[in-house]
C-alpha cells in the first residue's frame, strides 16, 4: 500500500511568482506534507526543503532559512496555533534528528511548549533506532522533574507543568520501545521503586492538586485565576461557563491577548496561502525557536 501511495502522491505545481521567491519556494515543500504522507515523500520534501535553504550566497540568508524549516516543522505539529499533525511532527523529529541535531537541541525544551510532552521520548533511542540528541532530551526532561519536585517543596504548585502527566511508566510504551523509565532510572541512580516513591507519585497528586485548585477557586468565586497556567484538560472543561461566570471581564481580555498576541488570525488549515503561512511562523510565538 506505501509503494502505490508513493507512486500516486505527486507534489503540487509550483507556480511562476513562487518560483521567483526564495522563502515562498522553500514553504511550497511543506505545503504538500499532509496527513497519511507516505515517509519515504515526506523525508523526500523536508530533505528538497534543505537543500533549498543551503541555497544561498550568503552563510546569513541560509541560517535564516533553515530557521525557517525549523519553525515549519513546529507549526505543524503546534497543538494551539499550528495544524496540531503530531504523527508529522514525530517523523520530522527523527529528521531532525539527523539532518539539524544541534538546532534540535537548542529547541528540545520548546517541545512541550508547542506539542506535547511524550514528543521529547521520540528522541530517546530505540532498540532499531538511534537518536543522536537523546543525551540533551533525557537531560531536559529529569531536569524538569527536579525544577517541578522544587516546586512542590516550595508549595507553588501553581508552577508545575505537564511532566508528571507523562512521566513514562515501567514495561509500558514508552519504556518499551525507548526503555524511556530505565534511563530515567539510571540518569537519577535509582532504583523503580524510588522512582516511584520519591517523584512519580508526589509529581502526579501535586498534578492533581493543581486541577483542584482551579476548581476550589472557582467556587470561592476568587477571580485570581491564571489562566495561563491552568491545566489544559481542566481549561476546556471550565472555559465554556465556569470562567466566564467567574470573571467575564478577565477571561474575554486575555483571550484577546492571546491571540493577538500570537499574530494569528487566520484558519490553521490555510496552509496553501503562502502569505499566511509566514504570517504565522514569523509570529511572536515562533520568535522563541533557534537555529
Known amino acids: 500500500m506505501s509503494n502505490l501511495l508513493e507512486y500516486f502522491w505527486w507534489p503540487s505545481p509550483i507556480n511562476d511568482v513562487v518560483k521567483e521567491d526564495k522563502k515562498l519556494k ?10 497519511g504522507i ?27 532559512n533553515q530557521l525557517d524549516i525549523i519553525k515549519l516543522i513546529f507549526y505543524k505539529g503546534d497543538i494551539q496555533e499550528g495544524e496540531g499533525e ?19 537541541e537548542k529547541n528540545i525544551h520548546l517541545i512541550p511548549y508547542y506539542t506535547r510532552y511524550d514528543n521529547i521520548f521520540e528522541l530517546f533511542s530505540g532498540k532499531n533506532e538511534i537518536r543522536n540528541t537523546e543525551k540533551a532530551a533525557l537531560s531536559f526532561f529529569c531536569e524538569r522533574i527536579i525544577s517541578n519536585m522544587l516546586a512542590i517543596n516550595d508549595d507553588e504548585i501553581e508552577n508545575l507543568d505537564n511532566c508528571a502527566k507523562w512521566f513514562p511508566s515501567e514495561n509500558k510504551k514508552w519504556d518499551k520501545e525507548r526503555s524511556a523509565f ?31 485548585l482551579v476548581e476550589r477557586k472557582l467556587c470561592k ?36 491577548n492571546k491571540y493577538t498576541n500570537s499574530g494569528i488570525i487566520i484558519s490553521n488549515y490555510e496552509t496553501k496561502n503562502y502569505d499566511n503561512m509566514i504570517n504565522i511562523i514569523d509570529s511572536e510565538r515562533y520568535k522563541l525557536l533557534k537555529i
Open 26 to 35: 522553500l514553504f511550497s515543500c511543506f505545503t504538500d506534507i499532509v496527513r
Open 38 to 64: 507516505p515517509d519515504k515523500i515526506l523525508f523526500k520534501l523536508l530533505d528538497d526543503a534543505l537543500e533549498e535553504a543551503l541555497d544561498e550566497e550568503s552563510d546569513i540568508d541560509a541560517t535564516k
Open 86 to 104: 503530531r504523527d508529522i511532527f514525530k517523523k520530522c523529529l527523527k529528521w531532525l534528528d539527523a539532518k539539524l541535531m544541534f538546532s534540535l
Open 182 to 212: 530505565k534511563k530515567i532510572c539510571k540518569y537519577f541512580n535509582r532504583t523503580p521503586k524510588e522512582i516511584r516513591t520519591l517523584f512519580i507519585k508526589p509529581l502526579k497528586d501535586a498534578y492533581e492538586q493543581k486541577w483542584y
Open 221 to 256: 468565586k476568587e477571580t485570581n485565576i491564571d489562566y495561563d497556567k491552568v491545566p489544559k484538560i481542566a481549561s476546556k472543561i471550565y472555559a465554556q461557563n465556569a470562567f466566564w461566570k467567574n470573571n467575564h471581564v478577565k477571561y474575554s481580555n486575555w483571550k484577546i
